[in-house]
């Protein structure tokens, strides 16, 4: 598997916006770095990690109904790197951000973080 490495985290206030990355690091040949489905979770202070935002290489984007509407999840093929577009953001929001990516039989906002061979070490975003 490779390191996924997420960027774009920060500080911000509510009603603003910050966009995430994640990019590979290490081998990502296309035998090393293989997927079918991307997905962002979020993890807050004494909660469990959970799915936001799902996308399959082929097919549509889901949303936890929490973020609907304010994030967008993306993909440049290209340059394998999954962005998460987050608007209006509240402190609700507030949380460790991760990326996971992997090839898996269905690509499904259900699916757990060990769904995904591939995954990051997490980005901080704090929402005041």
């Known amino acids: 598997h490779v390191q996924l490495v997420e960027s774009g985290g920060g500080s911000v206030q509510a009603g603003g916006s910050l966009r995430l990355s994640c990019a590979a690091s290490?081998?990502?040949?296309?035998?090393?770095?293989?997927?079918?489905?991307m997905q962002w979770f979020r993890q807050a202070p004494g909660k469990e990690r959970e799915g936001v935002a799902t996308?399959?290489?082929?097919?549509?984007?889901y949303y936890a109904d929490s973020v609907k509407g304010r994030f967008t999840i993306s993909h440049d093929s290209a340059k394998k790197v999954i962005y998460l577009q987050m608007n209006n953001l509240s402190p609700e929001d507030t949380a460790m951000y991760y990326c996971?990516?992997?090839?898996?039989?269905?690509?499904?906002?259900?699916?757990?973080?060990?769904?995904?061979?591939?995954r990051g070490q997490g980005t901080q975003v704090t929402v005041s």
């Open positions: 996308l399959s290489t082929d097919g549509p984007a």
């Open positions: 996971a990516a992997g090839w898996v039989a269905r690509c499904a906002l259900i699916n757990g973080w060990n769904a995904y061979l591939h």
């Open positions: 290490g081998n990502t040949d296309r035998y090393t770095y293989r997927y079918n489905c």
